[in-house]
């Protein structure tokens, strides 16, 4: 499966994004999925997760309450609405594909598109 993640920008600190993820090659019900993020100078960190019919779901606590993981299988697509957003939310955007099973204790993915960038200003 190939993946392309959009919709990445600037926004202002307490702004609203949302940014989306298209799978290709095989259809996107195959697989859970999950967005990771990496700021500058930091470690690729664990965002959110959704399973394959979206009946689980993680957020990582500091997006707890802002961030809002949904999927659409019909149209290939995962998507990340980000509420409230935060000049520490400032990252390149990943997302990810997972064969097996999603649980919160192994949030190993196996596929993984190309970063889009998230700038939050203050």
């Known amino acids: 499966v190939q993946l392309q993640a959009f919709g990445g920008g600037l926004v202002q600190a307490g702004g609203f994004l949302s940014v989306s993820c298209v799978a290709s090659?095989?259809?996107?019900?195959?697989?859970?999925m999950g967005w990771f993020r990496q700021a500058p100078g930091k470690e690729r960190e664990f965002v959110a997760a959704?399973?394959?019919?979206?009946?689980?779901?993680y957020y990582t606590d500091s997006v707890k309450g802002r961030f809002t993981i949904s999927r659409d299988n019909a149209k290939n697509t995962v998507y990340l609405q980000m509420s409230n957003l935060k000049p520490e939310d400032t990252a390149l955007y990943y997302c990810?594909?997972?064969?097996?099973?999603?649980?919160?204790?192994?949030?190993?993915?196996?596929?993984w598109g190309q970063g889009t960038l998230v700038t939050v200003s203050s």
């Open positions: 090659g095989r259809t996107l019900s195959s697989y859970n």
């Open positions: 990810a594909a997972k064969s097996g099973p999603l649980r919160r204790s192994d949030l190993r993915f196996d596929y």
């Open positions: 959704i399973s394959w019919n979206g009946g689980i779901i």
